[in-house]
């Protein structure tokens, strides 16, 4: 069983920085795309970046230019770097690793526990 734990949450001002960390457990790290999604209060799951085993990376259009995802397979690690926070980026920030189907063994996804950003105006 796969087991992300997510880090570096917390509360920040208005245009400070943050970074998330996220470490899996298990030897398939290296084949998922990992991604970050957040969910703020009273609002959907949504989409903040991905980035796949070879590199390619996906950004919602709300952190373009802000946000940057990168991954270190060598340490079963994924990390978000934050900058210029805005009050709206507040929300509940999870990991999540989606293993494509491979052969007969559907696609898998597993997720973190959370961590909370807060950004104050």
């Known amino acids: 069983q796969v087991q992300l734990v997510e880090s570096g949450g917390g509360l920040v001002q208005a245009g400070g920085s943050l970074r998330l960390s996220c470490r899996a457990s298990?030897?398939?790290?290296?084949?998922?795309?990992m991604g970050w999604y957040r969910q703020a209060p009273g609002k959907q799951r949504e989409l903040v970046a991905t980035?796949?085993?070879?590199?390619?990376?996906n950004y919602a259009d709300s952190v373009k230019g802000r946000f940057t995802i990168s991954r270190d397979n060598a340490k079963n690690t994924v990390y978000l770097q934050m900058n210029n926070l805005k009050p709206e980026d507040t929300a509940v920030y999870y990991c999540?690793?989606?293993?494509?189907?491979?052969?007969?063994?559907?696609?898998?996804?597993?997720w973190g526990q959370g961590t909370q950003v807060t950004v104050s105006s």
């Open positions: 980035m796949t085993n070879i590199g390619s990376t």
């Open positions: 999540n690793q989606h293993i494509p189907r491979l052969g007969a063994i559907p696609q898998r996804d597993y």
């Open positions: 298990g030897s398939i790290f290296s084949m998922a795309v």
